[in-house]
T-cell receptor
Framework: DVKVTQSSRYLVKRTGEKVFLECVQD?????MFWYRQDPGLGLRLIYF???????EKGDIPEGYSVSREKKERFSLILESASTNQTSMYLC???????????????FGEGSWLTVV | GESVGLHLPTLSVQEGDNSIINCAYS??????FIWYKQESGKGPQFIID?????DKRQGQRVTVLLNKTVKHLSLQIAATQPGDSAVYFC??????????FGAGTRLFVKA
């Protein structure tokens, strides 16, 4: 089974703090993603990476950055946390760039971030 | 995916009944579709997928139907159980990295 692990499940941070969310996948997947999920809204893509040290902006990259130094690890960084970044953050991975049957997106358990 | 809104549509079914969850997708060029189940406090779990060259695909207790004419996707769950209570959402992909996720439908199963 694919395992996507988000190290922090629940975090409370202060406005202005720098926040790191870490994600590790154990299936040698090429692609990794960070989404945020808010009540009543679909998943929104923040950033994705299709290779080590490569990154692409998603739909809502403002206020975030990412780092992919190793294939299995993808970090989301909030340089200066703000209250509107309070959300659930989901890391995901997929094997190939084109989603097809048997090559889908697998998600971690999520990281609940509250910024006060 | 479904229209984005603050309140999730809700479906309430009796244990043992069949459930049908619907999704209207947005892009006629989408060629791959996925259904996910998300339990409270957890990440989304893959349930079943279907390619655009198919109308129907069956899994264990689940069936996905695709109607490309009206851009509609449905998930049927047979003999719904309390453990099926969750938010279900569809996703569409046009190839590459762009996947659009619906907001979801909350399924309540009454014992």
């Amino acid at each position: 089974d694919v395992k996507v692990t988000q190290s922090s499940r629940y975090l409370v941070k202060r406005t202005g703090e720098k926040v790191f969310l870490e994600c590790v996948q154990d299936m040698d997947h090429e692609n990794m993603f960070w989404y945020r999920q808010d009540p009543g809204l679909g998943l929104r893509l923040i950033y994705f990476s299709y290779d080590v040290k490569m990154k692409e902006k998603g739909d809502i990259p403002e206020g975030y950055s990412v780092s992919r130094e190793k294939k299995e690890r993808f970090s989301l960084i909030l340089e200066s946390a703000s209250t509107n970044q309070t959300s659930m953050y989901l890391c995901a991975s997929s094997l190939l760039s084109s989603l097809r049957s048997g090559n889908t997106i697998y998600f971690g358990e999520g990281s609940w971030l509250t910024v006060v | 995916g479904e229209s984005v809104g603050l309140h999730l549509p809700t479906l309430s079914v009796q244990e043992g009944d069949n459930s049908i969850i619907n999704c209207a997708y947005s892009n006629s060029a989408s060629d791959y579709f996925i259904w996910y189940k998300q339990e409270s406090g957890k990440g989304p779990q893959f349930i079943i997928d279907i390619r655009s060259n198919m109308d129907k695909r069956q899994g264990q207790r689940v069936t996905v139907l695709l109607n490309k004419t009206v851009k509609h996707l449905s998930l049927q769950i047979a003999a719904t159980q309390p453990g099926d209570s969750a938010v279900y959402f569809c996703a569409e992909n046009t190839g590459g990295f762009k996947t659009i996720f619906g907001a979801g439908t909350r399924l309540f199963v009454k014992a």
